[in-house]
């Protein structure tokens, strides 16, 4: 079966330092790939997206980049934190738009 | 990005049915209606989607207007266990998943 595996759970950085979140999926091959962001008590923004090995969409410019070196790891970067890159950070996969997307389990991160 | 609206928040007693409508009028032939819900602290959870025609699963049904400009999700006996934000997305040519801010679903005992 599939799983997608995020880490970690909880994260407190000072600004101006970096960030490396990171995301693999297991049980499928050639996933697309995607990072999104929830500040408190708000929906889910899509920041960026990836249908495969070193190609990246960026949905809205940002403090963030995202890399994908291998087929089934997508990693979220940041080479120096802002206060507003708090959040709640969510990896999710899917095979193709017509089936359903899978999320992770989600980093919450608190930039101090 | 494709855009969808839905109530806030709606009120549902327990064990009755629980109708969550969301508009889509700028929908494009392909666009693809996903409903997903979430918990607090959790990722979202998939429920339903479908395309033109009214979809059943063992957790909900999805009901199609026939312009496809809007859809409902039903819950069909809400039980507390459902309570959480829904969110009706369009998924587009490009395999983006865009969200919207949801529907907070308080369910009362």
């Known amino acids: 079966s599939q799983t997608i595996h995020q880490w970690p759970a909880t994260l407190v950085q000072p600004v101006g330092s970096p960030l490396s979140l990171e995301c693999t999926v297991e049980?499928?091959?050639?996933?697309?790939l995607y990072w999104y962001r929830q500040a408190a008590g708000r929906g889910l923004q899509l920041l960026f997206y990836?249908?495969?090995?070193?190609?990246i969409s960026s949905e809205v410019p940002q403090n963030l980049s995202a890399s994908r070196p291998q087929d089934r790891q997508f990693i979220l970067s940041s080479k120096k934190l802002l206060l507003s890159d708090s959040g709640f950070y969510l990896c999710?996969?899917?095979?193709?738009?017509?089936?359903?997307?899978?999320f992770g389990q989600g980093t919450r991160l608190t930039v101090v | 990005d494709a855009k969808t609206t839905q109530p806030n928040s709606m009120e549902s007693n327990e064990e009755e049915p629980v109708h969550l409508p969301c508009n889509h009028s700028?929908?494009?032939?392909?666009?693809?209606i996903h409903w997903y819900r979430q918990l607090p602290s959790q990722g979202p959870e998939y429920v339903i989607h479908?395309?033109?025609s009214n979809v059943n699963n063992r957790m909900a049904s999805l009901a199609i207007a026939e312009d496809r400009k809007s859809s409902t999700l039903i819950l069909h006996r809400a039980t507390l266990r459902d309570a959480a934000v829904y969110y009706c997305?369009?998924?587009?040519?490009?395999?983006?998943?865009?969200f919207g801010t949801g529907t907070s679903l308080t369910v009362i005992p």
């Open positions: 049980g499928t091959s050639n996933p697309n």
């Open positions: 990836s249908i495969g090995i070193g190609q």
């Open positions: 999710a996969w899917s095979v193709w738009r017509v089936t359903e997307a899978f």
């Open positions: 479908g395309l033109t």
């Open positions: 700028t929908i494009s032939g392909t666009d693809y």
């Open positions: 997305i369009l998924t587009t040519t490009g395999n983006q998943f865009y």
